[in-house]
């Protein structure tokens, strides 16, 4: 499921909430220091324009949009790739990606990538981040998660926003897929055009980074 959300108050969430899927049950919640930064550069902008990879979650739609009083799209690449996991030739990944996203050049002030490309091989991973970067304004932002260790990955996560420093994570079933770990070098490679603005690595063998175009 994807979409557009416009913030416009408490009814608006009300009908958000109604219309989101049941959520699996809670994971486990993790402490993110670089969100609070991600957050703190898009409020110093006015009406900005974020776009979600990853799948519609109402709290988030309504936190993000009483924060920030932000455009959202809502773009699940997510359930682009799962589609694409079950054929022999996922060749068709990388064009699924990009036709998911259809904002202009230069027009979106901040992207949540989430661990998008944990899933991803070079041959989708590369494009995807060069159109994301494309998409960014300059002095916007993207931020993301990048595995560290080279596993089976046999389930998706929804991130749902609890707190400024505080996310949920909720797993629900993939199709298994090898992930593709990057070193730091690579990651900056993949995203070149932006300056990591800070990269931290989490106990959970996770590197939180956040990008800014200048």
Not at 42 to 62: E, Y
Not at 99 to 118: M, N, T
Not at 170 to 178: D, E, K, N, S
């Amino acid at each position: 499921m994807s979409g557009l959300f416009k913030w416009t108050g408490r009814k608006a969430e009300a009908s958000v909430e109604a219309a989101a899927p049941a959520e699996p049950s809670p994971d486990v919640v993790s402490t993110s220091k670089v969100l609070p930064r991600l957050l703190s550069a898009l409020s110093q902008r006015p009406d900005p324009i974020l776009v979600d990879l990853g799948p519609v979650v109402g709290s988030n739609v309504a936190f993000l949009g009483e924060r920030l009083a932000c455009k959202l799209f809502v773009e699940d690449l997510f359930a682009a790739i799962e589609s694409h996991s079950r054929r022999p030739d996922r060749a068709e990944v990388p064009l699924a990606l990009h036709e998911r996203l259809h904002q202009p050049a230069g027009s979106v002030d901040g992207i949540l990538c989430w661990d998008v490309f944990d899933f991803l091989d070079k041959t989708a991973g590369q494009p995807l981040a060069a159109k994301l970067v494309e998409m960014l304004k300059p002095g916007g932002v993207l931020y993301g998660f990048f595995g560290m260790t080279t596993v089976d990955l046999s389930h998706y996560t929804r991130f749902v926003v609890e707190a400024e420093d505080a996310l949920r994570l909720r797993t629900y079933p993939a199709t298994p897929v090898r992930r593709q770990v990057l070193a730091p070098r690579d990651i900056n490679k993949m995203f070149d055009g932006l300056v990591v603005a800070e990269s931290l690595v989490l106990k959970r063998g996770t590197r939180e980074t956040l990008f800014r175009k200048p």
